[in-house]
T-cell receptor
Framework: EDQVTQSPEALRLQEGESSSLNCSYTVSGLRGLFWYRQDPGKGPEFLFTLYSAGEEKEKERLKATLTKKESFLHITAPKPEDSATYLCAVPPFSGGYNKLIFGAGTRLAVHP | KAGVTQTPRYLIKTRGQQVTLSCSPISGHRSVSWYQQTPGQGLQFLFEYFSETQRNKGNFPGRFSGRQFSNSRSEMNVSTLELGDSALYLC???????????????FGSGTRLTVV
């Protein structure tokens, strides 16, 4: 069964304290892994798509990496405005690209 | 450009009633997907519509249904509401032509449904 597991469930960081979020996946054939950010009361906001092991993408303080079994979202020198829930998702092997299986998310809190 | 618009933002309904939620996709987007988000189950896929046809379906009971109009706007309907249907309902739109989510797969802010 296609599955996405994220850890930790919650993470508290001091401003400037770098860390990584993990997303492990089991899917018959990976057709992309997606990272989203979700603020309270809002819909998920697209961050990155990764397609193959070894691929990396960066955006400001965020860098996403992908291996054959998991993805990491590295946050360098975070600021309070990076506080949000970070979600990763994969499309199932069958069922089209516009159907995503989401992990439960990591709630990140960055304190000044 | 305007984003994905969902109406209403908040809704309170009584058990047994039915509800209709609306989603207007980004102009030019032909695919609309619906998700249910709850604290216990997270984000779960409901269904996807493309060119007025249901293209994908998640594992939800038949009380959950949807449709898409010729202008790509979509509605979802939940009949005989149960307490467990309380959730944030999100829709996402994309171009749909190549079916890849990163081709503008954009979420709306959702409709918060509370069933009492």
């Amino acid at each position: 069964e296609d599955q996405v597991t994220q850890s930790p469930e919650a993470l508290r960081l001091q401003e400037g304290e770098s860390s990584s979020l993990n997303c492990s996946y089991t899917v018959s054939g990976l057709r992309g892994l997606f990272w989203y950010r979700q603020d309270p009361g809002k819909g998920p906001e697209f961050l990155f798509t990764l397609y193959s092991a070894g691929e990396e993408k960066e955006k400001e303080r965020l860098k996403a990496t992908l291996t054959k079994k998991e993805s990491f979202l590295h946050i360098t020198a975070p600021k309070p405005e990076d506080s949000a829930t970070y979600l990763c998702a994969v499309p199932p092997f069958s069922g089209g690209y516009n159907k995503l299986i989401f992990g439960a998310g990591t709630r990140l809190a960055v304190h000044p | 450009k305007a984003g994905v618009t969902q109406t209403p933002r908040y809704l309170i309904k009584t058990r047994g009633q039915q509800v209709t939620l609306s989603c207007s996709p980004i102009s030019g987007h032909r695919s609309v997907s619906w998700y249910q988000q709850t604290p216990g189950q997270g984000l779960q896929f409901l269904f996807e519509y493309f060119s007025e046809t249901q293209r994908n379906k998640g594992n939800f009971p038949g009380r959950f249904s949807g449709r898409q109009f010729s202008n790509s706007r979509s509605e979802m309907n939940v009949s005989t509401l149960e307490l467990g249907d309380s959730a944030l309902y999100l829709c996402a739109s994309s171009l749909g032509a190549r079916g890849e989510p990163n081709y503008g797969y954009t979420f709306g802010s959702g409709t918060r449904l509370t069933v009492v």
